[in-house]
């Protein structure tokens, strides 16, 4: 094993890494996890909801079809209740729109229910079926994760949809031990060319101080940059990124002298292919590897670029990819990108030695 | 001079003063779309002058970074450089005119430099930083200081035809639509 990710890292880096660069890597830890949409993170919203006691299984399908409920496709119509001996069945009728969901999660009727003849009259069935109505809530969104629908699932029955992906993602391992062995490196790789930058004093205004980019498809690390802010504080390690992608695409706007960047030559891409539709586009299809989580200026910058997926190590705390923002999900956006976090973030557990050793 | 309704701006234009500049800025935007550049333009105004312009340059630099507004920061960089003023010094007494909302990436780089006032011409429903679909410019963000200053509604509806008249073209860069190849683990997660 350790055999063949010193050989790797070779064909990596091309002899980038120093002796001296090996030992750095011990005060960190990969914690993987996936910044998702809020939607995958929330608890159970709540929606008020008549429903009535009821007899026979087979009759309420005469309740379906007069009171149809196309906003709640995720809701079972009926629940059973084998302990209520007259009316084991409980089953939705139509929102509750004047009764509105308490904050303890119990419904708080203020106005007395409708019977089931009040509410629809067009419904003739023998009253000996027919309960009471009542309100109770019921999960107002359909569950997205196995967590919200279990959650929903014991307020009210639920049909779920899963989404193997996503499932993959939060019960993990998010990557094989191979992918995951190449993203280390990949972020080895960025915190060495921080490193790099340091030496070289540049403040760490900037919001993260490595940036790696990655073809998957190659497995080619393209650019590796730190950030040049003491010569232009917007020049960030991601935006400088960004602009050597360029320069490698044949243009590019920034011009540097002396700093420790790397641009991987891509010699299957001449300039006059890459203004032709078959070149690649900016950074379609992209990985990115950031020391800590990108600001906003810089998350957008990599929404325009059109990546693929963003690894972070440590969260930031005006961070626009899971910490202030969730710029990667935002709606109305015209691209979006798979980002996660705690790839060789900093143990804490060591953070002494952190100190020591990685400000030396 | 009264300098409070600018915050630290030194000049404070009346409305017909913004109109002027908002038609230089428009002039850049057009220069853009006869350039084949998604049509946004800008200036910055120090001390009664234009100090610095830009237009969007993403196509001819294969950086989709280069807003117009990036492109005149780096232009009033070089004059402050010309001039031996200080960057910060100059940035936060200027006011950029530019025809469209600043998107997101560009409001958080303004908002960094600590740019005394942004008037813009129409706003950008589908990156706008500015209200639009973010509120980088007042949003609690300790690290980008105090919130920016913004006025919008200036020439609106030209900037807006000059944006119709690119979009109802092609934009000469983005690659032919194609079968997307399937990646392992290819899939946006939201």
């Known amino acids: 094993m350790a055999v063949s990710v010193s050989a790797k890292k070779r064909k990596l880096s091309d002899g980038f890494f120093e002796d001296d660069d090996k030992d750095q890597f011990s005060m960190y830890v990969t914690k993987l996890e996936p910044v998702l949409a809020d939607d995958y993170t929330k608890g159970v919203q709540f929606a008020c909801m008549m429903f009535v006691h009821f007899t026979i299984q087979k009759q309420y399908k005469e309740l379906t079809t007069h009171l149809p409920m196309p906003r709640l496709q995720h809701l079972k119509r009926v629940k059973k209740d084998l302990s209520n001996k007259d009316h084991p069945l409980s089953v939705l009728l139509c929102p509750d729109d004047k009764n509105q969901s308490s904050e303890d999660g119990n419904p708080k009727p203020c106005h007395r229910t409708p019977s089931l003849r009040e509410l629809c009259p067009a419904i003739d069935l023998p009253d000996d079926v027919v309960g009471g109505t009542y309100t109770v809530l019921v999960p107002s969104r359909a569950p997205l994760t196995r967590a919200q629908f279990e959650a929903a699932s014991a307020v009210w029955p639920t049909t779920f949809h899963e989404d193997k992906y996503i499932s993959r993602l939060l019960t993990g391992p998010i990557l094989t031990c191979e992918e995951q062995e190449y993203a280390e490196d990949y972020m080895k790789f960025a915190i060495t060319v921080a490193r790099r930058g340091r030496q070289l004093q540049q403040d760490s205004a900037g919001c993260s101080d490595g940036c790696v980019i990655v073809d998957p498809n190659t497995k080619k690390l393209l650019i590796a940059a730190h950030p040049v802010t003491k010569q232009h504080p917007l020049h960030h390690a991601v935006m400088v990124a960004i602009d050597l992608v360029a320069k490698q695409q044949g243009a590019g706007s920034y011009t540097y002298r002396g700093e420790h960047l790397f641009i991987a030559n891509t010699g299957e891409l001449p300039a006059e292919q890459t203004s032709e539709k078959t070149g690649p586009y900016l950074c379609t299809g992209y990985d990115v590897y950031v020391t800590a989580e990108p600001c906003i200026m810089c998350s957008m910058a990599l929404v325009h670029s059109r990546i693929r997926r963003l690894y972070y190590g440590d969260p930031s705390p005006d961070g626009a990819l899971g910490t202030k923002y969730k710029l990667h999900t935002q709606p109305g956006l015209n691209h979006k990108f798979e980002v996660f976090r705690g790839l060789l973030m900093k143990d804490h557990t060591v953070s002494g030695v952190l100190n020591s050793s990685v400000d030396a | ?190």
């Open chain 2, 1 to 190: 001079m009264d300098n409070l309704e600018f915050g630290a701006c030194h000049y404070s234009p009346d409305q017909e003063q913004h109109e002027f500049w908002m038609e230089q800025a428009m002039i850049l935007a057009k220069d853009a779309l006869n350039s084949g550049e998604v049509p946004v333009g800008c200036i910055f105004v120090y001390d009664e002058h234009i100090v610095a312009k830009g237009r969007n340059q993403v196509n001819m630099k294969k950086n989709a970074t280069r807003h117009a507004e990036l492109v005149a920061i780096d232009m009033l960089m070089e004059w402050c450089q010309m001039k031996n003023v200080g960057f910060n010094h100059v940035i936060k007494r200027s006011i950029l005119y530019v025809t469209v909302e600043p998107c997101i990436m560009c409001c958080g780089a303004l908002r960094h430099l600590q740019l005394g006032l942004v008037v813009y011409g129409c706003s950008n429903d589908r990156f706008g930083g500015c209200g639009s679909v973010l509120n980088v410019h007042a949003d609690d963000l300790t690290s980008l200081g105090p919130p920016m200053k913004c006025i919008g509604g200036y020439f609106g509806d030209e900037a807006v035809s000059l944006l119709k008249h690119f979009y109802h073209g092609e934009n000469p860069n983005t690659p032919c639509p194609k079968i997307k190849k399937k990646v392992h683990g290819d899939k946006i997660a939201s």
